[in-house]
C-alpha cells in the first residue's frame, strides 16, 4: 500500500493530511503551529497521523506543504539584511516606487518603508540601453569594492537590479560573478535571472524578496527535509507555490532564491486549488473560495478556472510573478473584538494567535476574540469541539466579552451576535466589489468554505451575498493540506519582447520558451503527474497605453500577431465593454504556463457511524432560540438538516441558521441551502 502526505503550515495550526494513493481514503489531523521552530510542527503533526494509521513511513510516496514561512519572514521584515547594487542615478528607485498611495484621501498615510535601507543602496556605474548599446561598461572592480563595504557594514544578501536588465541581463551576470569570485558564500539575487519582465521597481522588488527570504527559507527546508529523512520517509518532497501549483524542493543557493518569491503565497494558493478541485468532482465550476483561519479570511472569485494575477502584494510589497488572486480580510477565528474610541465595534485585523489564543482556549488568553463570540453565541459545540482535543471554557468567552457589551450598553449575546454580524459585512464589503469588477452576479455562484473558522461564517455570509448555495468539503479543516497533496506540478515562465513584434519573433520565442519549461518538467519528480498541458500567454495592450492585459492563445491557433489580435480584442471587450476597433497592439511580454496534475483519486462517502443528536441553544436576532446538535462523521449521505443546527466535526464546526437546510451529498461535502434557494 502506497500513500501521500499533504501539509499545511497556518499562523495557528498546522494541518496533515494523509491520503490513500489508490483509494483517496483520507485521515487527517491539526496541531498547534510552532512560529519559532515551523518544522518542528510539521514533524510533529506528520509523527501523529502515520502513528493513528499504523503506516510506516517508508509507505509514503509523495510529500508536499504549504507554509507561511516565506510569507511572514517578509511581513516581519525578519530576513537578512539586503544590500541593493543598482545603475547609477537610480539610488531612491525602491523609496519612490510608482508613487501611488493606496488611498489617497488619507492624510495619515504612511511613508514607504523599503526593505532595503538607505544606507545599504550602492550605484554602480553602468548603463545599457533598452537597445543594448553598452553606455557605460561595469567595472567588476567596482562591484567588489561596493559589496565589500555593505558586508563590512553587516549586510547578509546583495540585490542587483539594472537599468533594462530584463532585456540585457548580461551586466547583472558580470556583477554575480564577481561578487562570487570574492564572496561565494553570500547570497546574490539577480532581478532578470529570477523574472526577466520590464518594470524596473517590481523587479528591483522581487530581487530583494528573494534575498532578504532566501536564506531564512533555505534553512527553513533543509532543516525539514533532514527531520523527514531522519523519521523514514525516502519520498520526494515538494513545496506549493503561489501559482496553485508545486515543485520539488531543491536545496541549492540559487534555487532557495527562486523559491522564496515563488512560495510567499502558498498557502492559500493551494487551499484554492484544492476547493476548485473538489468543488469540480462535486458540479460546481463557478464559485467563491472561502479560506477562514485563525488571523485572516482569503477568499478568490473562481468562473470556471484558477485566477490569476500578476499585481499581488506582500504587505506594502508588489509581486508580479503570477499568483493566485486571492483578497485578504483580517478577520479570523483569533482576531480580537474591540471598540474604538468613536464606539464603534470592531473585529481585528489584530489576532491573538495560536498562543494563547482565544479566551475559551482556557490558554491565559483574556482578550474577547471572534471564537469568543462564536462560543457565547452557540455557533460551537463546547462538548465537542476539535474531537475534545481544545477544552472550551464557555465561562471565559462569556467574561471576556462582557466589558465590550457593557462599552456597547448592549446583552452579552446580543453584542456577541454582533461582532459575528461585524465580521459578516467585513467580508461582503470585500467580495461584492471583487464581483462587480469581474461582471459577475453572486447570486450566480456558490459558496466554497474551508479553514477551521470558514464552515462557522458560511451560511451568515451566503445570506448577506444571496449566493445560490454553501458547499463545505469533507474536511474543511484541512483542506489547504489536501490542496497541497493533490495540485499540479507548475511552472510559469516569461521572456521579454523589446521591439514591435513580428510573427518569426512569437513563434520563436514562445518555443524557447516551451523547452525551458519541458526540461523543468523533466528535472522534477512527475511519475504522479503524468498528464502535461501547456498554455502560452501574452501581455498586450493598445499602442500608447501602459496597461496590458494577459491573452491566452487557445491550442491549434498559430503563433501570429493576427491570431493574437484578434484574441486580445475578444479579452479587451470582455474587460472594458469598448472594441478596440482597429488599433495597434503593443506586445510587452509572453509567458508560458505548463501544468502536469496528479492522479489522486477522490474517495467516496463511506457508510456513516450512528448518528448522534443532541438539544442545543444558538442565538439569532438577539434571542435564544432552540436548535440542535449533530456530528458530522455520523450523517449518512442524503440526510437533510433544518436550521437553526450546529454540525462538529473534528476539523471544524458548522452553523446552519435558520431558513437554511443541509444535505450530505455522495462525496461527503455538506450543501447549505436557504429556503429561497431551495
Not at 66 to 95: E, I, K, M, Y
Not at 130 to 151: I, M, Q, S, T, Y
Not at 492 to 521: F, N, S
Request: charged content about 20%; hydrophobic content about 45%; glycine content about 10%.
Amino acid at each position: 500500500m502506497s500513500y501521500r502526505l499533504g501539509v499545511d503550515v497556518g499562523g495557528t495550526f498546522t494541518d496533515v493530511v494523509l491520503a490513500d494513493a489508490v483509494t483517496g481514503e483520507l485521515v487527517t489531523d491539526k496541531v498547534p503551529s510552532d512560529a519559532e521552530q515551523p518544522a518542528r510542527a510539521v514533524l510533529h503533526g506528520v509523527r501523529r497521523v502515520l502513528d493513528r494509521s499504523g503506516i510506516s513511513p517508508e509507505q509514503i510516496e509523495y510529500f508536499s506543504h504549504g507554509q507561511t514561512f516565506a510569507l511572514n519572514t517578509v511581513l516581519q521584515r525578519s530576513g537578512a539584511r539586503v544590500g541593493l547594487l543598482v545603475t547609477r542615478g537610480f539610488p531612491d528607485l525602491l523609496s519612490i516606487g510608482r508613487l501611488r498611495l493606496d488611498d489617497p484621501i488619507d492624510l495619515f498615510t504612511a511613508e514607504r518603508t523599503p526593505l532595503v535601507a538607505e544606507a545599504d543602496v550602492r550605484e554602480i556605474s553602468e548603463r545599457v540601453t533598452v537597445g543594448g548599446v553598452v553606455v557605460r561598461a561595469l567595472d567588476p572592480d567596482e562591484v567588489r569594492r561596493a559589496v565589500r563595504e555593505l558586508v563590512a557594514s553587516g549586510v547578509e544578501a546583495v540585490a542587483v537590479a539594472f537599468l533594462h536588465a530584463h532585456l540585457h541581463p548580461e551586466h547583472e551576470r558580470a556583477a554575480a560573478s564577481a561578487i562570487a569570485e570574492e564572496f561565494p558564500e553570500l547570497p546574490v539575487a539577480c532581478s532578470a535571472q529570477l523574472w526577466p519582465e520590464e518594470k524596473e521597481y517590481e523587479r528591483a522588488t522581487v530581487a530583494v524578496l528573494a534575498a532578504h527570504v532566501g536564506g531564512a527559507l533555505g534553512a527553513y527546508l533543509a532543516q525539514l527535509a533532514g527531520a523527514l529523512r531522519e523519521l523514514g520517509l525516502s519520498c520526494p518532497l515538494h513545496i506549493t507555490k503561489s501559482n496553485g501549483g508545486v515543485a520539488a524542493v531543491d536545496e541549492r543557493p540559487g534555487e532557495n532564491l527562486l523559491a522564496a518569491v515563488e512560495t510567499l503565497l502558498s498557502g492559500p494558493a493551494s487551499g484554492v486549488a484544492g476547493a476548485i478541485r473538489l468543488a469540480a468532482a462535486a458540479g460546481v465550476h463557478r464559485m467563491i473560495t472561502m479560506d477562514m483561519g485563525g488571523t485572516s479570511v482569503d477568499c478568490a472569485v473562481v468562473d470556471g478556472a484558477i485566477p490569476y494575477s500578476t499585481q499581488s502584494r506582500i504587505g506594502e510589497f508588489p509581486l508580479i510573478l503570477p499568483s493566485v488572486e486571492v483578497s485578504s480580510i483580517g478577520a479570523g477565528g483569533s482576531s480580537v473584538i474591540r471598540v474604538d474610541p468613536a464606539g464603534v465595534l470592531k473585529v481585528g485585523p489584530r489576532s491573538a494567535g495560536a498562543w494563547p489564543g482565544p479566551a475559551c482556549y482556557g490558554r491565559g488568553g483574556t482578550e474577547p476574540t471572534l471564537t469568543d463570540a462564536y462560543v457565547v453565541c452557540g455557533y460551537l459545540d463546547p462538548e465537542d469541539f476539535a474531537a475534545g482535543t481544545v477544552p472550551i471554557d464557555v465561562a471565559a468567552a462569556r467574561a471576556a466579552l462582557e466589558p465590550v457589551a457593557n462599552r456597547l450598553g448592549l446583552g452579552l449575546e446580543e453584542a456577541a451576535e454582533s461582532a459575528v454580524s461585524v465580521a459578516t459585512a467585513m467580508m461582503h464589503a470585500q467580495l461584492v466589489p471583487l464581483c462587480a469588477q469581474r461582471g459577475i452576479d453572486t447570486a450566480d455562484l456558490v459558496l466554497v468554505a474551508y479553514g477551521g473558522a470558514g464552515p462557522v461564517q458560511a451560511a451568515l455570509l451566503a445570506r448577506a451575498l444571496h449566493t445560490a448555495e454553501v458547499l463545505i468539503p469533507a474536511s474543511p479543516g484541512t483542506l489547504c493540506a489536501l490542496g497541497a497533496l493533490s495540485t499540479e506540478l507548475r511552472a510559469d515562465l516569461v521572456a521579454p519582447i523589446g521591439w514591435r513584434v513580428a510573427d518569426e519573433v512569437l513563434a520563436r520565442t514562445w518555443e524557447e520558451l516551451t523547452a525551458k519549461a519541458r526540461a523543468w518538467y523533466l528535472a522534477q519528480e512527475h511519475t504522479l503527474h503524468p498528464d502535461v498541458q501547456l498554455t502560452r500567454w501574452a501581455d498586450v495592450q493598445l499602442d500608447g497605453q501602459s496597461f496590458t492585459l494577459p491573452v491566452a492563445l487557445a491550442d491549434g491557433v498559430p503563433a501570429t500577431v493576427a491570431a493574437l489580435r484578434e484574441a486580445f480584442a475578444a479579452d479587451y471587450r470582455r474587460a472594458y465593454a469598448v472594441d478596440p476597433g482597429d488599433a495597434g497592439i503593443d506586445v510587452r511580454t509572453l509567458r508560458i504556463t505548463l501544468a502536469a496534475a496528479g492522479n489522486l483519486p477522490l474517495a467516496r462517502r463511506q457508510t456513516a457511524e450512528p448518528a448522534q443528536v443532541r438539544p442545543h441553544l444558538v442565538v439569532e436576532n438577539g434571542r435564544v432560540v432552540k436548535g440542535e446538535v449533530h456530528r458530522r462523521p455520523g450523517i449518512a449521505a442524503g440526510t437533510e438538516i433544518q436550521g437553526p443546527a450546529v454540525i462538529s466535526a473534528p476539523d471544524t464546526t458548522v452553523f446552519v441558521p435558520s431558513g437554511f437546510r443541509a444535505t450530505v451529498d455522495g462525496l461527503g461535502n455538506l450543501r447549505l441551502r436557504g429556503e429561497a434557494n431551495a
